[in-house]
């Protein structure tokens, strides 16, 4: 089967620009790149004072990455990042997506433009209505809007028809009431962004560790020897980061970065809070740089693994950890037996790596005690995905290289508060303790069978077995893999409904009737009967916090996304006990419900009332595996890639532009690549591009393959780039249209867009 897509090459080729790659990160481009966003979209002064509350202990949660704020002092005028700064000017921009608006552009005139060009169209001021077979969006009021949604789930044959999509932005409150609106309303159908992203570290953690969080602090990197980064991209995606990273080697740490591409952020850092440290070429974070190949990791860490074995025979207890192995762990056996089954010689071909440079990684783990793995999408996002983090756990495991200061597992989240939307109960597949809870708390019959995850709602829409899609937040057709497969499935439904600051791609990828319901942003006042309120978020490391905004609203027809829940919860349940209205008169009220239904969340409205919050119970903090199927610490039996390239295939990774957070497009420059004015490229190793015939800058057509299927995506400009060879790399949503929705990771069923296999065609 081929498919085809309506993608056409770039029209204005000549303004791409190739600049030659940053030697250093951050600095003062950084702040130079943050105050024209903020100049540009809002405005200097209004922005420097919407900054200095951003991440503070009074202030608001950033509305991008989930990267920790320091527990005791914080940086006045900077606890944040470059596009931290990005992402708050977006969200109080200048601009302005009226009901004028909406009836001046068409639906079909608006979904010619670039996703850049329609997200900088700006906020959506009102709720507005398309009707089936209409081109143009008109206002309607929030009564109207929810009595139609009402309507229209009330009419399905079952709850299981409709599909409640999270986005990770959504506060605590928001998505707890959203899962009770959903659980009261019949069905556990609740997908949402870790699906697509940290879903295999959540299985593999939770398999083997019992919890599918991450157990450091931001506080161990201060007390750790040896950090090692591994698929992941600090300097674009989570750039605070790099002060930990910083202050860590300040204190004697050794880093080990393990990447396919060479990211600038993890080889040379400038404190952008020290004007000093703007001049030269900054410090100097990586030790050691594997250029791995992708998906190559569970080869190269279980050579690893297999060195480690091999000095602990030469020169016993000097490697592993005999007092933690024998009182914390099952299953070393099965490990030291499946290590035997493998090479080196077999193993080393897929990292693209020299057995030097493995030995000398594999040195560093071996002579330190405490170390820290931290990871993202690099190693998430592959058909062995899960097994790639419980390797990382076997390392940590023969260290004893966790539950204790400066040790442990590091699994960065991207959006704010998609770990607490999980801790929420934001999930498909609850846990029965969860549902027994909310039953006695809400005197409801909680569904039990387990709901749709995102590849699985995509497929129930496409093949019309779910009817309505609400999404609270996000960009879900951009987000999301084979964008033509996705879209028809949208398409396919009845009624389509997106809660929302800004317009986006989603909203013009409708069913027969859309709504968009316009929300407050993180940074805006929240007023309720009760007064003016506040949320609380949960970041990477467990931390939960509360956010208040100090902006007004930029319009008075906002609703917050708490009300906007129990505005549908109103319109929809008919014999529910709940006092919905009661619930967002004051947001204490939900807490009250949160702390009654969930562990670890006791005295919730006093505790999050404390400067810089709380922590949650982790139990691998405290050395305490009872919660995994046995009550020990785990080792696994894992499998390398099986992927095997014919000569004229490469694999495909897609990846973010600096200009970029997930979805929402800040610019169209990727400072740290070099590449300026373009985001339609394809990076390929030199070597492959001579073989091919390709220049720099030529017109490429790219095909995925996968089961016998195709598709197609063209006009990419090919960039020569450090890379290992039948390795590329593409900017999503660009290319999503090329990973397949069948191809998922084992277990965790998240979309494989790490290894995309395809061909080249030069124009």
């Known amino acids: 089967m081929s498919k085809k897509t309506n993608a056409q090459p770039p029209e204005n080729l000549t303004e791409i620009e190739l600049k030659e790659i940053p030697k250093s990160s951050v600095g003062f481009k950084a702040i130079l790149s943050s105050f024209n966003h903020i100049k540009n979209e809002i405005g200097i002064v209004k922005g420097i004072g919407l900054l200095k509350k951003l991440n503070q202990k009074d202030g608001f949660d950033c509305p991008g990455c989930a990267w920790p704020d320091p527990d005791e002092k914080r940086a006045f005028l900077a606890e944040y990042c470059e596009n931290g700064a990005k992402a708050v000017a977006e969200e109080a921009t200048k601009n302005r997506v009226s009901p004028l608006f909406f009836s001046t552009y068409s639906v079909s005139n608006l979904s010619k433009l670039s996703d850049y060009e329609i997200g900088k169209k700006g906020r959506i001021t009102h709720p507005v209505y398309l009707p089936e077979g209409a081109n143009y969006y008109k206002q ?29 932005r959504t506060s605590n409150e928001a998505a707890f009431l959203y899962q009770l609106f959903v659980r009261q309303f019949g069905t556990n159908n609740l997908p949402d962004c870790s699906n697509m992203c940290h879903e295999s570290s959540g299985a593999a953690l939770s398999e083997t560790l019992g919890i599918g969080k991450g157990s450091v602090t931001l506080d161990d990197f201060n007390h750790t020897d040896l950090i090692i980064v591994i698929g992941q ?28 591409l060479p990211e600038v952020g993890l080889m040379n850092y400038k404190d952008p809070q020290n004007p000093l440290k703007w001049i030269g070429s900054g410090q100097k974070l990586t030790d050691l740089f594997l250029q791995v190949k992708i998906n190559g990791d569970v080869a190269l860490l279980k050579i690893i693994l297999k060195l480690m074995v091999k000095h602990e025979e030469d020169f016993p207890y000097t490697v592993f950890d005999y007092d933690f192995i024998t009182k914390k762990t099952y299953g070393i056996e099965d490990l030291l037996n499946d290590l035997e089954t493998y090479s080196i010689d077999y193993l080393l071909p897929q990292t693209g790596l020299s057995l030097e440079q493995i030995n000398e990684a594999a040195n560093l783990i071996i002579n330190n005690k405490k170390i820290i793995i931290c990871w993202a999408m690099g190693l998430t996002q592959h058909k062995n995905s899960v097994d790639n983090i419980r390797e990382i756990v076997n390392i940590l495991l023969l260290k004893g290289s966790i539950g204790k200061k400066g ?29 027994d809870s909310l039953e006695k708390e809400f005197r409801f019959k909680a569904p039990r069978k387990h709901g749709l995850d995102v590849v699985d709602s995509i497929k129930a829409m496409h093949n019309k077995k779910a009817k309505v899609f609400i999404g609270m937040g996000g960009n879900f057709v951009s987000a999301t893999p084979d964008t033509e497969y ?16 800004k317009l986006n791609r ?31 978020v949960e970041n990477s490391m467990g931390v939960v916090h509360s956010s208040k905004g100090h902006l007004k609203p930029l319009s008075e027809d906002l609703l917050s996304e708490p009300a906007i829940v129990a505005g549908l919860a109103n319109a929809t349940l008919k014999n529910s006990t709940t006092n919905w209205t009661k619930l967002v008169s004051n947001y204490d009220f939900i807490r009250d419900k949160i702390e009654a239904t969930i562990p670890g969340f ?14 949650l119970p982790n139990n691998v903090r405290d050395n305490n595996y009872d919660d995994t199927s046995n009550g020990k610490a785990n080792f696994s039996v894992n499998l390398p890639s099986d992927i095997v390239l014919e000569n004229n295939q490469f694999i495909m990774m897609t990846i973010r532009t600096h200009d970029q957070y997930n979805t929402t497009i800040y610019g169209l420059n990727d400072r740290y690549r070099g590449v300026l004015n373009e985001r339609r490229v394809i990076f390929m190793n030199p070597e492959d591009m001579k073989n091919l015939k390709i220049d720099k800058l030529d017109l490429v057509d790219l095909t995925s393959h996968f089961n016998n299927e195709t598709r197609e995506a063209k006009g990419f400009l090919a960039i020569p780039y450090s890379i290992p060879k039948q390795c590329t790399a593409t900017y999503f949503p660009e290319a999503n249209v090329l990973v397949p929705i069948k191809s998922t990771a084992n277990i965790s069923n998240t979309p494989t867009s790490k290894t995309v296999i395809i061909t080249i065609q030069k124009r």
């Open 140 to 168: 309607i009021s929030w009564e109207e809007a929810f009595k139609m949604i009402g309507e229209e789930l009330n009419s399905l044959n079952s709850p299981d028809e409709a599909i409640f999509y999270t986005s990770g």
């Open 233 to 260: 991209n600090p300097g674009t995606n989570h750039p605070r980061m790099l002060n930990a990273l910083s202050d860590a080697k300040k204190k004697g740490s050794k880093i080990i970065t393990i990447n396919p």
């Open 407 to 435: 040790a442990g597992t590091c699994p960065v989240r991207g959006h704010s508060n998609v770990q607490g939307d999980r801790t929420m109960g934001i999930w498909e597949k609850p846990q029965h303790e969860f549902l």
């Open 486 to 501: 996705t879209a028809d499935a949208l398409r396919n439904c009845n009624l389509t409904v997106h809660v929302s600051t």
């Open 506 to 536: 989603s909203h013009l990828i409708h069913g027969k009737k859309a709504l968009i319901l316009p929300c407050l942003g993180r940074s805006e006042k929240d007023y309720q009967n009760g007064g003016e309120q506040f949320v609380s």
């Open 602 to 615: 006791e005295n919730y409205n006093q505790k999050v009332r404390q400067k810089g919050g709380f922590y």
